[in-house]
């Protein structure tokens, strides 16, 4: 079965320096990727999503995530934070998107911004 | 669109109560999904439908019913509450088989005393 794993539960950046959420995933197969956001009492958002095209995706609000199969690795990155940014990341691992109910999360990534 | 809408977005519970969290949808999606999110976990599936009275079991079902009487309503029903229930419950839904995204609702905290 899928898994995926964050590497870090909590990031803290300066405004206008990159952020990087690191994510690797576990698949038998050739998976569907997604970085999901949180606010602070809000529903998940869909940041960006990998489905087998190119490997370099953009997503929202200048996130951009690389599908690197050799690495297992899908990594979540911004040139320059913004204040806006700070919020919880959830990366998603699916192996069978077509079907019902196969999305596994990670535990989530806490992002704080300082000024 | 509303989007996806959920009632109450917080409650506080007895132990050994029960109540009924609310999930509506306004997409005419055919999925619809229920998770948990515990603190500093991921979110894990509780029950999932995809379509109008049907309805199977996901990850952590124990404890939970659910039903699906018409396209756009998924109620979760918590029978006998617990304190191990004491969680953010977020519903989602998507539009059907074949396409990826989930889109979600803004939660439901329960804390059960």
């Known amino acids: 079965a899928q898994s995926v794993t964050q590497l870090d539960s909590h990031v803290s950046v300066s405004e206008g320096t990159p952020v990087l959420l690191r994510c690797n995933y576990s698949?038998?197969?050739?998976?569907?990727l997604f970085w999901y956001v949180q606010h602070p009492n809000k529903g998940l958002q869909l940041l960006l999503k990998y489905t087998s095209a190119a490997t370099l995706v953009k997503g929202i609000n200048g996130f951009e995530a690389e599908f690197k199969k050799s690495e297992t690795s899908f990594h979540l990155t911004k040139p320059s934070a913004h204040m806006s940014d700070a919020a919880e990341y959830f990366c998603?691992?699916?192996?069978?998107?077509?079907?019902?109910?196969?999305?596994?999360f990670g535990a989530g990534t806490r992002l704080t911004v300082k000024p | 669109n509303a989007g996806v809408t959920q009632t109450p977005k917080f409650r506080i519970l007895k132990i050994g109560q029960s109540m009924t969290l609310q999930c509506t949808q306004d997409?005419?999606?055919?999925?619809m999904y229920w998770y948990r999110q515990d603190p500093g976990m991921g979110l894990k599936l509780i029950y999932y439908?995809?379509?109008?009275?049907?309805?199977d079991k996901g990850e952590v079902p124990n404890g939970y019913n659910v039903s699906r009487s018409t396209t756009e309503d998924f109620p979760l029903r918590l029978e006998l509450a617990a304190p191990s229930q004491t969680s953010v419950y977020f519903c989602?839904?998507?539009?059907?088989?074949?396409?990826?995204?989930?889109?979600f609702g803004p939660g439901t905290r329960l804390t059960v005393l």
């Open positions: 989602a839904s998507k539009a059907g088989l074949g396409t990826d995204t989930q889109y």
């Open positions: 997409m005419n999606h055919n999925y």
């Open positions: 998603v691992v699916s192996e069978n998107w077509y079907n019902n109910n196969d999305m596994r």
């Open positions: 698949s038998s197969y050739s998976p569907s």
């Open positions: 439908s995809v379509g109008a009275g049907i309805t």
